[in-house]
């Protein structure tokens, strides 16, 4: 039970995003960017020490789950799924959010549907400090069927060139903190849907009642992705962050290797947190734990790296905000 045999191959996705930047070098143009192409965000300068920050993702195969449950009430949460992608990879240089845009591609105009999920990225917005300055929703019979849609969104930000964070100062011996996440956030589904829902896996309806959580398993995989940028810019204020990852498709140690100065690794202890019970589940249908690492985020959704000075402090004020934040490892 892998993720390959779901139908999505990680290392076909590092290796196309590897196409992509060697492609980009027969423009001179893309010079104009800073730091190039693969990170969580791309910097691009517009003078007086300022840099705009973007980025694009979407929420996945997880909209199936959502389509296949069709219950009024659970299409809002893929809103801030679509939201929380962006603005969550966003942040992570550094930036604070301006807008966002969504692209909405679907077979037929369903406006109720529609309705909960734009009210969904409106309310992800407004907590991300954020406006919704437009979009586009595309009809696109043939390609879609009546009762299918797509998403994905793009979000912009902005950051003084002396507060952008790189991961260039991160050092041996700095810690990672992990903040918590809402369960599976937006990655990992169609291993998800396989795992649990296939004639190969577990074959659980979603109606199935899951007594962990006391609802049915639709509504526990509908769980929106948890947003983080308020915590994040309250704590860019008060403390010395080194370098941030948002772990998505890749897991802990890919995303947090994205950052890492070239001869440093990260060491993380697994069993410094309890794992929600979805990954659990997810697991018991034949997953591997090797698997699993390396395509969910295992109960952690955000990791900020710091010094060892600076974690103690770091945590406590995340507690003030009523998170639950874990020392999960430290650079190597």
Same mark, same amino acid.
């Given at each position: 039970?892998?993720?390959?045999?779901?139908?999505?191959?990680?290392?076909?996705?590092?290796?196309?995003?590897?196409?992509?930047?060697?492609?980009?070098?027969?423009?001179?143009? *893309?010079?104009?960017?800073?730091?190039?192409?693969?990170?969580?965000?791309?910097?691009?300068?517009?003078?007086?020490? *300022?840099?705009?920050?973007?980025?694009?993702?979407?929420?996945?195969?997880?909209?199936?789950?959502?389509?296949?449950?069709?219950?009024?009430?659970?299409?809002?949460?893929?809103? *801030?799924?679509?939201?929380?992608?962006?603005?969550?990879?966003?942040?992570?240089?550094?930036?604070?959010?301006?807008?966002?845009?969504?692209?909405?591609?679907?077979?037929?105009?369903?406006?109720?549907?529609?309705?909960?999920? $734009?009210?969904?990225?409106?309310?992800?917005?407004?907590?991300?400090?954020?406006?919704?300055?437009?979009?586009?929703?595309?009809?696109?019979?043939?390609?879609?069927?009546?009762?299918?849609?797509?998403?994905?969104?793009?979000?912009?930000?902005?950051?003084?060139?002396?507060?952008?964070?790189?991961? +260039?100062?991160?050092?041996?011996?700095?810690?990672?903190?992990?903040?918590?996440?809402?369960?599976?956030?937006?990655?990992?589904?169609?291993?998800?849907?396989?795992?649990?829902?296939?004639?190969?896996?577990?074959?659980?309806?979603?109606?199935?009642?899951? #007594?962990?959580?006391?609802?049915?398993?639709?509504?526990?995989?509908?769980?929106?992705?948890?947003?983080?940028?308020? *915590?994040?810019?309250?704590?860019?204020?008060?403390?010395?962050?080194?370098?941030?990852?948002?772990?998505?498709?890749?897991?802990?140690?890919?995303?947090?290797?994205?950052?890492?100065?070239?001869?440093?690794?990260?060491?993380?202890?697994?069993? +410094?947190?309890?794992?929600?019970?979805?990954?659990?589940?997810?697991? +018991?249908?034949?997953?591997?734990?090797?698997?699993?690492?390396?395509?969910? #985020?295992?109960? $952690?959704?955000?990791?900020?790296?710091?010094?060892?000075?600076?974690?103690?402090?770091?945590?406590?004020?995340?507690? +003030? $905000?009523?998170?639950?934040?874990?020392?999960?490892?430290?650079?190597?």
């Amino acid at each position: 039970m892998s993720y390959e045999s779901a139908g999505v191959s990680i290392a076909a996705g590092d290796n196309w995003v590897e196409t992509i930047k060697e492609l980009s070098k027969k423009y001179s143009c *893309q010079n104009r960017a800073n730091g190039g192409i693969g990170g969580f965000s791309g910097l691009y300068g517009i003078g007086g020490g *300022q840099y705009l920050a973007a980025c694009s993702d979407g929420v996945g195969t997880k909209v199936e789950i959502a389509r296949e449950y069709a219950r009024p009430g659970f299409y809002r949460p893929l809103g *801030q799924d679509l939201v929380a992608m962006n603005v969550n990879d966003l942040i992570t240089c550094g930036a604070k959010p301006l807008f966002f845009l969504d692209y909405i591609a679907c077979g037929k105009l369903n406006a109720p549907l529609l309705s909960e999920i $734009m009210d969904g990225i409106l309310a992800a917005c407004a907590e991300s400090h954020a406006v919704l300055l437009g979009g586009e929703t595309a009809e696109m019979p043939g390609v879609y069927p009546e009762t299918g849609f797509d998403l994905a969104g793009f979000s912009v930000g902005i950051v003084n060139e002396g507060n952008i964070i790189n991961g +260039s100062k991160i050092e041996k011996g700095n810690k990672l903190i992990g903040i918590p996440s809402s369960g599976l956030h937006s990655n990992g589904f169609s291993l998800v849907r396989k795992a649990l829902l296939s004639g190969g896996g577990l074959s659980l309806s979603l109606n199935s009642h899951i #007594n962990e959580y006391n609802k049915p398993l639709a509504e526990v995989l509908l769980t929106p992705t948890k947003l983080y940028v308020r *915590q994040i810019l309250s704590v860019l204020e008060k403390f010395e962050v080194r370098g941030m990852a948002h772990i998505t498709g890749g897991g802990l140690e890919a995303n947090c290797m994205r950052i890492m100065p070239e001869g440093l690794s990260v060491k993380i202890d697994y069993s +410094s947190w309890e794992r929600e019970y979805v990954f659990d589940l997810v697991a +018991s249908a034949g997953a591997s734990e090797d698997e699993m690492r390396k395509v969910f #985020n295992l109960g $952690m959704g955000y990791v900020i790296i710091t010094t060892d000075t600076e974690a103690a402090k770091m945590m406590k004020h995340l507690e +003030s $905000m009523g998170e639950y934040p874990k020392i999960i490892g430290e650079v190597i």
